[in-house]
């Protein structure tokens, strides 16, 4: 599986933002996405995750209510959609897959593959 994240940039606080990640692999259906964050410091944090084939969503308590992940399966695409971006969100977002089952949607250490990373900074 390999991943490219794209979509990062400059915004204002209360702004939004939609990440892009491209997805390619075999059988992508046994597979679930998710975003992290790390900024400069700081360990990597759990964003949000959902299965490719479609099922629960999970969302970080930081941005819960302001981020949503989505996937188009006719596109091979993850989205993170961003909304009333705040300084403190300013981090190198990665997207990522693990195999379904294969420990907890929140656990960074549970994904076996990561995109490359893609840069927001939310000032004004």
């Known amino acids: 599986v390999q991943l490219q994240a794209s979509g990062g940039g400059l915004v204002q606080p209360g702004g939004s933002l939609t990440l892009s990640c491209q997805v390619t692999?075999?059988?992508?259906?046994?597979?679930?996405m998710g975003w992290f964050r790390q900024a400069p410091g700081k360990e990597r944090e759990f964003v949000a995750a959902?299965?490719?084939?479609?099922?629960?969503?999970f969302a970080g308590d930081s941005v819960k209510g302001r981020f949503t992940i989505s996937t188009d399966n006719a596109k091979n695409a993850v989205y993170l959609q961003m909304n009333s971006l705040k300084p403190e969100d300013t981090a190198v977002y990665y997207c990522?897959?693990?195999?379904?089952?294969?420990?907890?949607?929140?656990?960074?250490?549970?994904?076996?593959?990561w995109g490359q990373g893609t840069l927001v900074t939310v000032s004004s």
């Open positions: 959902e299965r490719w084939s479609g099922g629960p969503r």
């Open positions: 990522a897959a693990r195999l379904i089952g294969r420990g907890s949607p929140v656990d960074k250490n549970a994904y076996d593959y």
């Open positions: 692999g075999p059988t992508l259906d046994y597979y679930a």
